[in-house]
């Protein structure tokens, strides 16, 4: 199926502990994206990278290290997990805005995070 | 910085009812989009709808960007219509970020 996957879609941790979430699209789109959602449903950009370049960083901070090895891959770590932390975490996806007029976003279904 | 107001903010339909959802924002916008979160979460993009009028099954949209709105349609609602409606919007500044609306809870009642 052609679609935006992440993993884990559970993630339960204490703070102070170091982890890691993936997100990998096949639909061939250029810039990828982490969005938060906090707990009263308000959705956030966190960062976009195009072409594996980083063009939004939305003052997150710097324990929040996103990584893109190729344009279908942004894997976001997150050092030092703080209580605030806990949130579902969505990768999206869409097509570069310079080379195509339409470029709706699409989701992946999210990683909830809990941290206690 | 731009806002971005949905209304009404919950809302309750018995299957079958007619709605309107509408979201205002307080600046020029390079394109507009509906999502749909559903009750597990998931997020479907509804519409890329910038300008104009676009329509899918029992949904549709209409964007007057010029007066700074959007309205959702949602016809002969179903249960499975239910969840979070979000608009989000692109500023014209900045062209990979969407700000999005704090949304619109439906449920739709059997």
């Known amino acids: 199926d052609t679609a935006v996957s992440q993993t884990p879609k559970y993630l339960v941790t204490q703070m102070g502990n170091d982890k890691s979430i993936k997100c990998e699209q096949n639909l061939g789109h250029d810039t990828m994206y982490w969005y938060k959602q906090d707990s009263k449903k308000f959705l956030k950009i966190m960062f976009s990278?195009?072409?594996?370049?980083?063009?939004i960083n939305e003052t997150v901070p710097n324990r929040f290290s996103p990584k893109s090895p190729d344009k279908a891959h942004l894997n976001l770590h997150i050092n030092s997990l703080e209580l605030g932390d806990s949130a579902v975490y969505f990768c999206?996806?869409?097509?570069?805005?310079?080379?195509?007029?339409?470029?709706?976003?699409?989701f992946g279904n999210g990683t909830r995070l809990t941290v206690t | 910085g731009i806002q971005v107001e949905q209304s009404p903010p919950d809302l309750i339909l018995q299957e079958g009812a007619n709605s309107t959802l509408r979201c205002n924002f307080s600046d020029s916008v390079n394109n507009l989009q509906w999502f749909h979160q559903n009750p597990w979460g998931q997020l479907i993009n509804l519409f890329y709808?910038?300008?104009g009028t676009k329509q899918n099954g029992r949904l549709s949209a209409t964007t007057v960007a010029t007066e700074r709105y959007s309205l959702l349609y949602i016809s002969s609602s179903q249960t499975t219509d239910s969840g979070v409606y979000f608009c989000?919007?692109?500023?014209?500044?900045?062209?990979?970020?969407?700000?999005f609306g704090s949304g619109t809870r439906l449920l739709v009642r059997p």
């Open positions: 989000a919007v692109e500023l014209t500044d900045s062209s990979y970020k969407l700000i």
């Open positions: 709808i910038p300008s």
């Open positions: 999206a996806s869409s097509q570069d805005k310079r080379s195509s007029y339409n470029s709706p976003l699409h």
């Open positions: 990278y195009n072409n594996k370049e980083l063009i």
